[in-house]
Every structure is written in C-alpha cells, then in structure tokens.
C-alpha cells in the first residue's frame, strides 16, 4: 500500500477574499502616503505653517490610529467586522474634506486628525483571517504585505504629480475617493464571513494581552514596525527640502521618485527569494536593517544633491519594502492562532505610533538642528534595532497538504484514530483533519522541519 501527498492552494472564495481586502488596503495606503513627499515643499504654502507644525500634520494620523486600532479591533469582534471597516472609511473620507478645505494649519491638523481615526487595520486583517483557512493565512498576510509596499511605491511616485497638477489639496480629494471606491470593494467585491466571529472576542483581552506582550520575538517584530515607520516619517521631513536645496523644485520630485522606487522594488526582489529558498530569513532581516542605517550615516555625510539624494533613497527603499513586506508574515508565523487578533492588534498600534513620533519628533528636532539632528536621531534608534534583530527567531511558514493512503474501508475507524495519533507526533505538523470515508488526512505543518517520508509511513 502507498500513500501520496498533495499539496493543496486557496480555494475561489479565499482569493477574492485576498484580492479585494488587499485592494482595500491599497487604496488606504496611497491615501495616506501621498502627502508624505509633498507635506514639507507644499504644505509651507499653507497659513501658519512651520516645520514642526507640518511634522506634527504629517504624523497626526498615527496618533489617532494607535488610539483607536484596539478598540476598532474589539469592537469588530462584537458587531462584525465589515461594518466597522465601512465607519473607518467613511471617517477618513470626512479627514481628508476637512483637510482639502484647510485654510491654515491648524485646521490641515485636524483633517489628518480625523483620517487616523478611522482605524481598520486590524479589523481588515481579522476579516481576512476570517475568509482564509488556518494552513493559507501567513501565505495571505504576505501577500497584503507586498501590497502595502508596492501602494508605498506607488503613492511617493504619484504624490508629487498630484500636488503639482490639483495642488496641494488634490491630494486629499484623491484620498478621499479613494476611500469612498473602497467602501463598495468591501460590499460588493470581499465575501461575507460563513460565521459568526464573535466568539473570538470572549473577554479574555487582558490575558491574551499579556501573553503576547511577554513574547520577545513578537516584542522585537512590534518594536521593529515601530522603528521602521518612525524612522521614514521623520526622514522625509528633511529628504524634500534636501532635495530643493540640491537643485530640483517640487514639481520634479515626483520624476526622481519613479526609478527610485522601481529600482528599490526590483532589487528586493532577489533578496525575498533568497532568504525563503536559501533559509536566510534572519540573515536578511538584519541585512535590511542595516541597510537603512548605513543610508542614515550617509546622509548625514553626504553633500547635497539631488543625484546623491536620489541613490540613497534607493537602497533605503530597497530595504523599507522588503521589511515592510516580510514583518507581517513574519508575526503570523510566530503567533498561535488564538491570539492572533490581539497580536495584529498590538503590531499595527506600534505601526502606526512609530509614524505618529516621527512625524512630531522629526519636525521638532529639524526645527531645532536642522537635517542633521534627525539623520542622528534615526540612526541611533536603528542600531538598537539592528541589534535585537541579530537575535529574532523566524520558524517556517505554515503550509497544507493532503495524505491518501488507498485501501480497504473496514479499517477505516482504527486507521483514522493512528494515522492522526502517528502524525501528530511527526516534527512540524501543527493541525490534523482526517477524512476516514477516502482514507486521508489534512495535515498543516511547518515548512522545512517536516520529514515528507515519515509522513508516507505515518499514513500506512
């Protein structure tokens, strides 16, 4: 008797799940980014405005995000998911009036105020563990990352086009659409959950809380997301004055932008492969890491212009994508599935607070030491990073496989009782499903740890 493995791929509905969800993302990603290229160039045009003032508009949306991604979250556990993912956008779309309508800073603050309370990344990510079976979630949440960074892409390369075509209030009425288009990709495109998932949330938070908070590799995922976001907000408080003083007005920033970030993305590319095929993951997280501090150094070193501005981005961008893509992953493979809501939850609060300190931080100490002062502040916080990076632990991803073993069906009640005691015991496998009636089991396990023979004689 021999059995076969079968390895098994989402089904139709979980993809549209992935897609539509991931689209949602993208369309609040490029919200969002657009203004971080132009905040500092154009937004100086607006009454009242001062460097600080400016970073604290840029980073006002993370204070607000952090605030409410927990509660958000929470809450979707009790009334459903899509409804408050809808109540985010429509509260972004009512931010990003206010702030197409700012006649003074004062008021552009608030309008970045509002768009951050609408805080629906966690319950984004809940929806789509919701749509996705166990075995596929890590494979989805990669994907959703890769989306963000190629919104991020997208977004710094349009930004400056925009601001210079519409101005700078075009950003926000483009956010706004954008966020409007979402709302009927979420009713009309992404599936209604098959259950209910309020039984997730059973008044345990402070426990599951607690559980996660005392995990240090997921500590050193949240305080990475922290630093990484951080550390381009207030980046690019300095990076669109530089490259004015370098010689490049505004309405060519968007022209440097373009091969940055396509170049950035194709040479990510190579080192996301690597580090799966080759079982490289840590060795190329901290590479990245480092990366980004080297470009800070440089900075700091480096005279000014645009040629020079330009090249620098582009290994910092190489770098920011594939972080930016591979930490969500990453925290998926860490996190037992029971709290997984309360870890995307606390992932996402340091996400977004990183962007918050940025932005304030970065205005404040430009204001105070000029570009310097920040390239030093960024580059400290990433040697810290890049140190506890060297210590991360990265397990395999989950995968999912289905085991036949043809044979007569009298046996079929003893054969399904040690065939998932026998697999059970195997290193790597997380979950069994036995279908006694065809003689096979659903088996999901830990790539590269499972032994594919021993689970040939486990199935006999």
Not at 157 to 169: E, N
Not at 395 to 403: E, K, T, Y
Request: charged share 10%; aromatic share 10%.
């Amino acid at each position: 008797m021999s059995s076969q493995i079968a390895k098994e791929t989402m089904n139709a509905g979980e993809k549209r799940a992935l897609v539509g969800l991931a689209s949602l993302y993208a369309f609040r990603m490029i919200g969002l980014f657009m203004v971080l290229p132009v905040m500092m160039t154009y937004g100086m045009a607006i009454d009242g405005a001062t460097a600080a003032l400016l970073g604290l508009a840029l980073g006002a949306y993370g204070i607000t995000q952090s605030l409410f991604q927990i509660p958000l979250g929470w809450l979707s556990d009790r009334i459903g998911r899509k409804p408050v993912i809808a109540g985010g956008l429509l509260m972004f779309a009512f931010g990003s009036l206010i702030a197409a309508t700012a006649d003074n800073v004062n008021v552009l603050i608030i309008g970045r105020v509002l768009q951050g309370s609408g805080a629906i990344a966690s319950s984004t990510m809940a929806l789509l563990t919701d749509l996705t079976r166990e075995q596929f979630r890590t494979q989805a949440l990669a994907a959703v990352g890769i989306t963000i960074g190629l919104s991020f892409t997208l977004s710094m390369m349009i930004g400056p086009w925009i601001a210079t075509v519409w101005g700078f209030s075009g950003i926000f009425w483009l956010s706004g659409l954008l966020s409007i288009f979402g709302l009927a990709v979420l009713f009309w495109f992404v599936p209604n959950p098959t259950q209910d998932s309020s039984h997730l949330a059973n008044g345990h938070f402070f426990r599951d809380a607690a559980r996660v908070l005392r995990n240090p590799d997921l500590l050193r995922l949240d305080f990475g997301i922290f630093v990484l976001h951080m550390g381009l907000m207030a980046t690019f408080i300095v990076v669109p004055i530089s490259l004015l003083s370098g010689g490049l007005s505004e309405q060519y920033h968007g022209w440097l932008y373009v091969p940055v970030m396509i170049v950035a993305f194709l040479m990510m590319v190579p080192f996301m492969i690597i580090a799966e095929k080759k079982k490289l993951l840590v060795q190329v997280f901290s590479a990245a890491v480092a990366l980004m501090l080297v470009v800070q150094v440089a900075f700091y070193f480096a005279p000014a212009g645009w040629v020079i501005t330009g090249l620098l981005l582009t290994v910092y961008f190489m770098a920011f994508n594939y972080l930016e893509a591979a930490m969500p992953s990453l925290l998926s493979r860490l996190v037992p599935k029971e709290v997984k809501g309360t870890a995307m939850g606390v992932f996402n609060t340091a996400q977004f607070m990183g962007a918050a300190i940025g932005g304030v931080i970065g205005g404040t100490l430009y204001q105070s030491f000029g570009a310097q002062g920040v390239y030093v502040a960024t580059g400290l916080i990433l040697a810290l990073w890049l140190w506890l990076s060297l210590r991360q632990q990265i397990p395999g991803s989950i995968l999912s496989a289905r085991v036949t073993a043809p044979g007569s069906e009298q046996d079929g009640v003893s054969w399904a009782a040690r065939v998932s005691e026998s697999l059970l015991q195997l290193d790597g496998v997380e979950q069994v499903e036995i279908e006694s009636e065809h003689r096979a089991a659903r088996i999901s396990y830990r790539s590269g740890v499972l032994d594919e023979y021993a689970v040939r004689r486990a199935a006999k």
